[in-house]
């Protein structure tokens, strides 16, 4: 396995995720010897380019167990119901859709993150993503100096992130708007979004929180190896890609904005800007593999903390994060 190509399975090759994850194992050259394309019966008969070669989009399930590593790019419900077939047969499964997230025995990882090596040994791995990765990725360091005591989050979503679909339905709902139409019936948002701000995504739970936010807190603790309370608050965008986030982080000891941007400097997977002329934004994350983190500031209440702002593109991040993480399992087998 170490020396040749892999058959390399992708279940929802054609959604977002699926796309991103595609061109990000093109990219890295990732030796693939065989693409097994699956997708739901909507998408059956398209083909994918991979390399110079086309590969049908198959809707069989049993074709993955043919595969020598396997990706999951669906919605949980359905990496949940095909993944034990695949654990029986040994095949290794890496999980982008953070269905088994909450369940501690499954390794939750980031390439850029700290972990044990043989976590890669899993069956199942988590991969992280979407907001927790980013925002791991830029609290880790401070973390490690000073202690986090509590975080307190703004997400601010594009519509990529309820994957292809996502997009669509606010590119139709906008060339509407545009057009003086009516707006076309919402089947992926729970109203439209177009031009607005949706503030909460999710089903909510009996606190008010939303299920999403609840995991989002928790991946984040996960990621960190802490317990750290983790109050988040997510609003839907009407933009297409590029996640924002406005962090409130109050440290068990105080930290000097110098020392805090100097650590920000140096973290694995994060690129900071300093002058305010150069404070990221969402648009400018599109195809960049990491956290733009700008707009550093103290507490102005003059607890121990800073404020910052975070950019993402959550697709391109969780997908590179795969990939890696799949590279790394290969070094160690």
Not at 135 to 155: F, H, K, M, N, T
Not at 230 to 242: D, E, I, L, W
Not at 261 to 283: C, E, I, Y
Request: with cysteine; net charge negative; proline share 6%.
């Amino acid at each position: 396995m170490a020396n040749l190509g892999l058959r390399v399975a992708v279940v929802g090759a054609t959604g977002a995720v699926g796309a991103e994850l595609i061109s990000v194992l093109a990219e890295r050259r990732f030796p693939v010897s065989e693409l097994i394309a699956l997708a739901t019966e909507h998408s059956v008969g398209e083909e994918i380019e991979f390399r110079d070669t086309s590969y049908c989009v198959e809707l069989n399930p049993e074709r993955i167990g043919a595969a020598d590593v396997a990706f999951f790019c669906t919605p949980p419900g359905a990496a949940l119901e095909m993944m034990p077939d695949l654990v029986e047969r040994q095949v290794p499964c890496f999980d982008l859709s953070g269905a088994l997230s909450h369940v501690a025995d499954v390794p939750l990882l980031a390439a850029d993150l700290e972990f044990a090596p043989e976590s890669l040994r899993a069956p199942v791995v988590e991969v992280a993503g979407g907001p927790a990765l980013a925002w791991a990725l830029a609290l880790a360091p401070l973390d490690r100096e000073v202690g986090l005591r509590r975080i307190q989050a703004q997400s601010l979503e594009a519509a990529s992130g309820a994957g292809r679909r996502g997009i669509e339905s606010l590119s139709a709902e906008s060339i509407a708007l545009f057009n003086q139409r009516d707006l076309p019936d919402t089947t992926v948002f729970d109203r439209t979004v177009a031009f607005d701000c949706i503030p909460l995504i999710g089903e909510s739970e009996d606190n008010g929180a939303t299920r999403r936010e609840i995991a989002i807190g928790r991946d984040v603790g996960r990621l960190l190896g802490t317990d750290v309370p983790c109050a988040v608050q997510c609003v839907r965008v009407p933009t297409f890609s590029g996640d924002g986030a406005s962090l409130t982080i109050e440290t068990q000891v105080p930290l000097s904005l110098e020392v805090a941007a100097d650590l920000l400097r140096k973290a694995p997977g994060v690129d900071f800007a300093a002058g305010v002329s150069q404070v990221p934004t969402t648009r400018m994350t599109t195809g960049r593999e990491a956290a733009l983190v700008g707009r550093l500031r103290a507490d102005p209440t003059g607890g121990p903390g800073v404020w910052m702002w975070i950019a993402s593109d959550a697709l391109r991040l969780t997908a590179v994060n795969a990939v890696r993480l799949a590279e790394a399992r290969r070094e160690i087998a």
